[in-house]
């Protein structure tokens, strides 16, 4: 399964590893296709780790997010998953079984982080340019981008949950 975000600063098509992680690819695909991520904010960005967003928050702060199924839900870490490169997808959290809304988008390999949060897909287009577009986005002393960076909207390639 694929979709495409569609981004202040180009396009990211990503996959989503629905077989190996059900209930984090559940949840993010649910939301893409509820429009849920449209126009929201990419709110935290760390050049050479990562960027953040899947906040329904807008101001831009990251301010929360709930999954799909109306509450925080268990971490699925699978050995054959590792945040081991550039454009790695992951679920963000604040601790064992805490994913809801938010995400991010490795910069580059972060192992410290295998065990910790749940990897769920991987960009497949954009790697080499929207990607570089945003890493280069000059941030604040909070590492919040100081020009608007969002998900415009998002292109479902094909939706496994369309009959759901």
């Known amino acids: 399964m694929s979709v ?3 981004t202040t600063h180009g396009d990211l098509k990503v996959e989503v590893f629905c077989a190996t992680v059900p209930k984090a690819a559940y949840n993010f695909l649910a939301l893409c296709a509820s429009g849920r991520y449209d126009d929201t904010y990419f709110h ?3 050049a050479s780790f990562m960027i953040q967003g899947g906040s329904p928050d807008p101001t831009g702060k990251g301010k929360g997010g709930d999954s799909v199924y109306g509450e925080q839900f268990e971490d699925e870490f699978r050995s054959s998953l590792r945040h081991n490169a550039r454009g790695i997808l992951s679920m ?8 809801g809304s938010q995400f991010f988008i490795c910069y580059k390999p972060a192992p410290h982080l295998d065990g910790k949060n749940t990897v769920f897909g991987k960009v497949l287009e954009g790697v080499d340019t929207t990607l570089d ?3 280069d986005v000059e941030v604040d002393k909070k590492s919040r981008p100081k020009e608007p960076v969002k998900i415009v909207s998002i292109t479902m390639h094909a939706n496994p949950l369309a009959d759901e």
Request: zero cysteines; proline letters at 6%.
């Open 4 to 6: 495409t975000l569609h």
């Open 44 to 46: 935290r960005n760390i």
């Open 92 to 99: 963000a959290n604040k601790g064992p079984a805490t994913n």
């Open 133 to 135: 577009a945003l890493e």
